[in-house]
């Protein structure tokens, strides 16, 4: 197994990186981000949930809080990351009257929040240690709170051919949807699980 990537080394970059592996579609970062919040807001809507506290878990640089804000309506969102060098870009760039970032050592869960959003960060996370993710995650959401997990589809080849063209994506470890439902249902009493789209 390879080494986990340290996040810190593409802080600067992470942009620059992930358009040039992104080019392959004729797209770029936002149109991803922006369609994965657009289902996400569709999926809120037909569950009637009105989320209040939003945790985006793996912020990285903190470019999806506006969105993420701007969709759900929220009072305000925490973003978590394991990169102290994307959370000082997220706190400089993104950071405000209704939003913060904080390292994942430094969030403590309360069991308060009614949204967690998770947008590929579990492909780059350990096997051994993606039950603890979950756990964590859960320990964070309210009773009946909404876990939205999105992960790069493995059985797609022209996802594999974009992750292959991306350094900090080539040696992920990517999720199918039965194991992130495998996954999240032994970490918790009760799952709603959303549709997963083919990206």
């Known amino acids: 197994m390879s080494a986990p990537v340290?996040?810190?080394?593409?802080?600067?970059?992470?942009?620059?990186a992930l358009n040039k592996g992104l080019s392959a579609t004729g797209e770029g970062r936002d149109y991803f981000a922006c369609g994965r919040i657009q289902w996400l807001s569709r999926c809120l809507r037909q569950l009637s949930e009105q989320p209040r506290l939003v945790l985006d878990y793996g912020c990285g640089d903190g470019s999806s809080s506006e969105?993420?804000?701007?969709?759900?309506?929220a009072d305000f969102l925490t973003g978590i990351d394991a990169s102290e060098k994307s959370l000082e870009l997220a706190n400089r760039n993104h950071g405000g009257e209704r939003s913060s970032f904080l390292s994942m050592a430094r969030y403590q869960p309360h069991a308060e929040v009614d949204l967690v959003y998770c947008s590929g960060v579990f492909h780059h996370i350990p096997v051994v240690e993606r039950a603890s993710g979950v756990e964590y995650i859960w320990r964070s959401l309210r009773p009946g709170g909404i876990?939205?997990?999105?992960?790069?589809?493995?059985?797609?080849?022209?996802?594999?051919?974009?992750?292959?063209?991306?350094p900090f994506d080539r040696d992920a470890i990517t999720l199918t949807q039965d194991y992130c439902k495998g996954v999240a249902s032994r970490s918790c009493a009760e799952i709603r699980c959303f549709t997963f789209p083919n990206n």
Not at 7 to 16: L, P
């Open 6 to 16: 340290h996040f810190d080394d593409y802080a600067q970059d992470y942009d620059a």
């Open 67 to 73: 969105l993420l804000l701007s969709a759900t309506k």
């Open 147 to 166: 876990f939205s997990l999105w992960e790069n589809n493995p059985w797609n080849p022209g996802t594999r051919y974009v992750m292959s063209r991306i």
